[in-house]
């Protein structure tokens, strides 16, 4: 089962890393704008990043209890994929605009903010409820 995971998991990511790299492609596909560097942006984030952080999510996903690592995990790894695809975009895109800047930003502090959740919870060795 942890091998099916992880085939599924990389697969999705790869299939984002095609998204990220190719927003023009998604933007086509859902008659979504492209015309700025900022849509482009929000495209490779919104889609290709998504897509990585579910497929990172996927192949990393211990187990689905206790549920509370599930849900942290989740909202950690889709943060992570969405960061990451923004930061390509502001590689490829250029001219990030302030909203942009504060999107990066919570994306970090939320990443930061679940890895400590899991980090501290497991060293204190509570099941949350599970």
């Known amino acids: 089962m942890r ?3 992880l085939v599924l998991g ?3 990511v790869a299939v984002a890393i095609y998204f990220v790299l190719s927003p023009v ?3 086509d596909a859902l008659d979504k704008p492209h015309d700025t560097p900022t849509r482009m942006i929000n495209l490779r984030a919104s889609w290709g990043g998504t897509l990585a952080g579910i497929g990172a999510f996927v192949a990393w996903l211990p187990a689905v209890t206790p549920w509370w690592r599930a849900i942290v995990g989740l909202v950690m790894w889709a943060m992570a994929g969405i960061g990451s695809a ?3 975009g502001f590689a490829l895109d250029g001219s990030p605009d302030t909203r942009q800047a504060i999107w990066i930003s919570a994306e970090v502090a939320i990443v930061i903010g679940c890895a400590a959740a899991l980090h501290f919870k497991r060293i204190g060795g509570g099941s949350g409820g599970a």
């Open 25 to 27: 492609v998604v933007a």
């Open 86 to 88: 923004r930061l390509v």
């Open 10 to 12: 990389f697969a999705l």
């Open 3 to 5: 091998l099916a995971r």
